[in-house]
């Protein structure tokens, strides 16, 4: 029968780095204060020794727990992974999440929470029982619950919210809404369209409304009025499409800006059900920018958010806070798939789009 191999211990790599203990648990942790030549001669003993930290370990020897949870939406995470379509916010945000714990010694844990639950109270509070967390992040509708973040803040769990300025406790991370949607509307403006349609998200996620905001400002900016050429999904593609049919029978629109990828392909199968196309006949322009929008015919234009960045940046901001320290946030940018087209000239294009088949104009 074979010997089973030693493990490593932070007692075999302090001998080995000729330093004590408290050094090495201190350079394992990240703490300020080792000088450069102790934490280079540490270093070089771990990666000699092939250590590995103990999490259980390290949980015994402090207060902090070395995990952080990450909440996120049940119903609409669940319904993304059924579907099986390649949305990748969960996929982005765990990227950003868990490199930067593994940077910092962390392990990050993603629990499912329905907002809308009688039993939301229950499921937290017993989330936080089993795991103890060092810090929570908090993506939309969440990031606002007021009770999820009343639990939190009891607990003494430091908090980072992305997506939210509601009033609150907590590290508040957001990207630039308005600035994105304005952004995606000046694309629009400056093909030469003049009638932008905007289907928004829900109310429950404030970004929908700064989206609003920033398309609307755009439009102003140019002189034009938005009346009329804004309706409102639920992210969701079967919303979308009842929302793109809804604003394609009131408005002669050339563009659309869609709150996400899903309600940009509902909006694509409209245009394409009025037997029109797009970006010929009508532009289109997406949140989100997944797989879904870029592996679509054709490749739409996308407003590309930061997903894995701003989660990143919500880990360090946690674990900056638990080590008393401070941190920054991160901006959305537009990354164009150069599919957007002028408006048709009102000669060559007639339009279903609208009450009374209109021609479509600039």
């Not at 930290?53 to 909440?71: D, F």
């Not at 430091?158 to 508040?172: K, L, N």
């Not at 991160?330 to 060559?348: E, F, H, M, N, R």
Request: charged share 20%; proline share 4%.
């Amino acid at each position: 029968m074979s010997r089973r191999r030693q493990s490593v211990t932070i007692r075999h790599v302090a001998a080995d780095a000729g330093v004590s203990l408290q050094t090495v648990s201190r350079v394992i942790n990240k703490e300020p204060g080792v000088r450069p030549e102790m934490l280079h001669r540490v270093q070089a003993s771990i990666a000699k020794l092939g250590y590995v930290p103990s999490l259980a370990a390290q949980r015994m020897s402090g207060s902090r727990s070395y995990l952080i949870l990450a909440l996120n939406d049940r119903e609409r995470t669940i319904a993304d992974w059924r579907a099986r379509e390649g949305r990748d916010w969960v996929d982005q945000m765990l990227l950003g999440g868990m490199l930067a714990c593994a940077a910092h010694g962390y392990r990050m844990i993603v629990e499912l929470v329905d907002t809308q639950s009688d039993q939301i109270e229950r499921e937290i509070s017993a989330a936080i029982a089993a795991l103890q967390p060092d810090g929570a992040i908090l993506t939309p509708p969440h990031s606002q619950n007021p009770v999820i973040l009343r639990l939190l803040a009891e607990k003494g769990i430091e908090i980072a919210r992305i997506g939210s300025v509601a009033e609150g406790p907590g590290h508040m991370l957001v990207q630039d809404d308005r600035g994105s949607a304005r952004l995606a509307t000046e694309h629009l403006l400056a093909l030469g369209h003049r009638r932008i349609g905007f289907i928004a998200g829900p109310a429950e996620y404030e970004l929908s409304a700064w989206r609003v905001e920033g398309w609307r400002a755009a439009m102003a900016a140019a002189g034009l009025s938005s009346d009329g050429l804004l309706e409102t999904g639920d992210f969701s593609y079967d919303a979308g499409l009842i929302a793109a049919r809804t604003l394609f029978d009131r408005s002669d629109v050339t563009a659309v800006i869609a709150a996400n990828d899903q309600t940009a392909l509902a909006t694509m199968a409209a245009v394409r059900g009025r037997g029109l196309s797009v970006p010929e006949d009508v532009s289109l322009v997406s949140f989100d920018d997944t797989p879904i929008v870029r592996f679509a015919s054709p490749a739409l234009t996308a407003v590309s958010q930061p997903i894995a960045d701003i989660t990143a940046k919500a880990v360090e901001r946690i674990i900056d806070a638990c080590a008393g320290r401070a941190a920054a946030s991160v901006g959305a940018t537009a990354v164009v798939c150069c599919v957007s087209s002028p408006p048709q000239p009102a000669s060559t294009t007639t339009s279903t789009i609208g009450r009374n088949r209109r021609t479509m104009r600039s």
